[in-house]
């Protein structure tokens, strides 16, 4: 296994990220912000570090095994989620090296938690960075969703194999093409967005940050009040409908754009997540309009919006959803675990794992009550065998199993039981803002605990990662030739 592929392309990484800050770095500059010192620091330490790895381990590269993909997608999170803290610890925020590095990561994984406040006074260069970082972490997860993780297997990933892959363990990475179509994409889609929200009222600057936290279903605003800020049916109307597009997976976009061929309806998890959608959203219109809250016109918008916002994991709040009662806060709760499609920019636990696994249970019921009968279960035609449901019923059971590890990891340092449950629901599916006063959609998550916010951070982590793809780094023989 080469180590020096792995430092390779955490060079290459950060050595982007680093000109990434130059970005907001200007911003400030003309703003006349001092903040723009703190970025042209983190940029000049981010491109010192990547260019000498870059450098140091330049190699002609022409094969990578699995194991060596396990290495590099953990390492290159790891090193851009440190990197992207240095502004803004450096920055006049006065954030401790936790408070930031919890934002940084908060960001890369397309989570959305924060820890800060005041968002509407805070400097431009500050507002765009925390776009930036999600729009690079969206990128980074479609490309490690469809191009890396079908031949690492994880949790029955292996259904997103394309067809022109190679199934070999040792293999030469056939991906540029694929890859280039899907940044086109996911630019053309954020600039589309963009020029929507512009249209339908939103500041140029305000576009372009939500466009960028919109496609990537990352969730950070410009204001403390999120999309509830700007008041408009129309744009939350236009951002559920590009939450949408972030949620359904990008190779289908890809397939549109470039080869005409429209696959959504064809597609049995994008069928399954429309249906979660709408059986989902129907209870929650007819609460709210049983308790009179607001007409139907006002209560579709709401849980459209809302709905959208946590089940692709975007974390976007147009109201606190978890004041209209126990009924509808207990949806939210589950659909917060469950997450939009895979090879998409969202987090969860996966629509396609929970078809598989319920195609899986039902052939199985099957078998009991027929014990001499003969049955398979199918996903888009293709034969579901045992390997592959027990792949993603032991990714559901690590799933589950992190999720109390959390929980109880949390109450030890010190938080209640209902925001360590709704905590670690929301670190590891990457969705955002929680449940209850405290970390809930009105409020954020700086009032906690040190201790707590690592924790958080191991499970945004794992939870983006796919939890086995950084476990898998402390098996013994991971290691072993």
Sequence with gaps: MSFRLALFTGGVLLALLGFAMLIPAFLDLADGVPNATAFFMGSFISLFIGTSLFISNKDNFTSLSIREGFLITTSSWLLLSLAGALPLYYSDLNLSYTDAYFESLSGITTTGSTVLSGLDSMSRGVLLWRSILQWIGGIGIIAFGIVLLPFLKIGGMQLLQTESSDRSDKFIPQTRHLVSRLIYVYIILSF?????????????????????????????????????????????????????????????????????????????????????????????????????????????????????????????????????????????????????????????????????????????????????????????????????????????????????????????????????????????????????????????????????????????????LEILTVLILFSPRFWKN
């Design 192 to 464: 589309a967005c963009f020029v929507t929200y512009y249209l339908l009222g939103m500041s140029g600057f305000d576009a372009v940050n939500h466009a960028m936290t919109t496609l990537s279903t990352g969730g950070y605003s410009t204001h403390d009040l999120s999309f509830g800020y700007f008041d408009s049916w129309p744009l939350q109307l236009a951002a559920t409908f590009f939450m949408l597009l972030g949620g359904l997976p990008f190779v289908l976009h890809v397939r549109y754009i470039f080869m005409h061929q429209s696959a959504y309806q064809f597609d049995e998890q994008v069928k399954g997540f429309c249906l979660i959608v709408v059986v989902t959203s129907i209870p929650i219109i007819l609460w709210l309009l049983y308790h009179h809250v607001s007409t139907f016109s006002e209560a579709f918008v709401l849980t459209a919006f809302n709905v959208m916002s946590v089940i692709t994991t975007t974390g976007y709040a147009s109201t606190d959803y978890t004041a209209w009662g126990p009924f509808t806060t207990g949806i939210f709760f589950f659909l917060t675990y469950l997450g939009s499609c895979a090879g998409s920019t969202s987090g969860g636990l996966k629509v396609m794992r929970l078809l598989v696994f319920l195609k899986g249970s039902k052939q199985q019921m099957n078998q009991l009550i027929y014990p001499n009968g003969i049955f398979q279960s199918f996903y888009q035609g293709r034969p579901v065998d045992n390997s592959l449901l027990i792949n993603v019923i032991g990714f559901i059971s690590f799933y589950v199993l992190l999720n109390a590890f959390i929980t109880l990891a949390l109450t030890w340092v010190g938080l209640d039981v209902d925001t360590a449950l709704s905590g670690a629901a929301t670190a590891i599916a990457n969705v955002g803002p929680g449940i209850g006063d405290i970390i809930g959609p009105s409020g954020n998550f700086s009032t906690l605990p040190d201790d707590a916010k690592w924790v958080l951070c191991l499970g945004m982590f794992l939870g983006r």
